[in-house]
């Protein structure tokens, strides 16, 4: 069964750092991209960044351009995401999801709750 | 970035309707679309992909049609747990993009 579970959100001030987790299992995870998008409060999906398996391809939302950092960890079967410079408008639950052979993504973790706020 | 603009944003329908949800383009996408079910406080959850392919699992009353820039999701027979909101998205091109959604509630 394929699972991911975010973890590492919380609450952080303005300006402050964030890095987000997510362990996968249940797949060869070394043989997915994958992808974060996250929701605010009360809002639509906003895609975030996609790292492909090998993380030779990386892209990101203009939204977080130059202060998130994708990456993986293969050997850990682990995505993650360095959040830094954090604003109050990246309050969002982050999830992290798999991109399947042919759709975006084909399964969602739970999601972890960022809450920037002084 | 492409824009996906939905249709309604929200209406109430009742158990047993046929329901149908749109989702324009802003430019041709192709048939790089995708439309997940989300409920509150849940993940969302894939229905469908490439416009039309139903992922696995997902019930058979639900389909989807279209390419280039218009696009349709529809319940041919509206189910209780079917009341959630519904998103597409577009994964031709980076940066992804997401519909604003569409709520669908009980009569």
């Known amino acids: 069964e394929v699972q991911l579970v975010e973890s590492g959100g919380g609450l952080v001030k303005p300006g402050g750092s964030l890095r987000l987790s997510c362990a996968a299992s249940?797949?060869?995870?070394?043989?997915?991209?994958m992808n974060w998008v996250r929701q605010a409060p009360g809002k639509g999906l906003e895609w975030v960044s996609s790292i492909s398996s090998s993380s030779s391809y990386i892209y990101y939302a203009d939204s977080v351009k130059g202060r998130f950092t994708i990456s993986r960890d293969n050997a850990k079967n682990s995505l993650y995401l360095q959040m830094n410079s954090l604003r109050a408008e990246d309050t969002a639950v982050y999830y992290c999801a798999r991109e399947g052979a042919k759709s975006p993504s084909d399964y969602w973790g739970q999601g972890t709750l960022v809450t920037v706020s002084s | 970035a492409i824009r996906m603009t939905q249709s309604p944003s929200s209406f109430s329908a009742s158990t047993g309707d046929r329901v149908t949800i749109t989702c324009r383009a802003s430019q041709g996408i192709s048939s790089y679309l995708a439309w997940y079910q989300q409920k509150p406080g849940k993940a969302p959850k894939l229905l469908i992909y490439a416009a039309s392919t139903l992922q696995s699992g997902v019930p058979s009353r639900f389909s989807g049609s279209g390419s280039g820039t218009d696009f349709t999701l529809t319940i041919s027979c509206l189910q209780s747990e079917d009341f959630a909101t519904y998103y597409c998205q577009q994964y031709y091109s980076y940066s992804w993009t997401f519909g604003q959604g569409t709520k669908v509630e009980i009569k």
């Open positions: 249940g797949f060869t995870f070394s043989s997915y991209s």
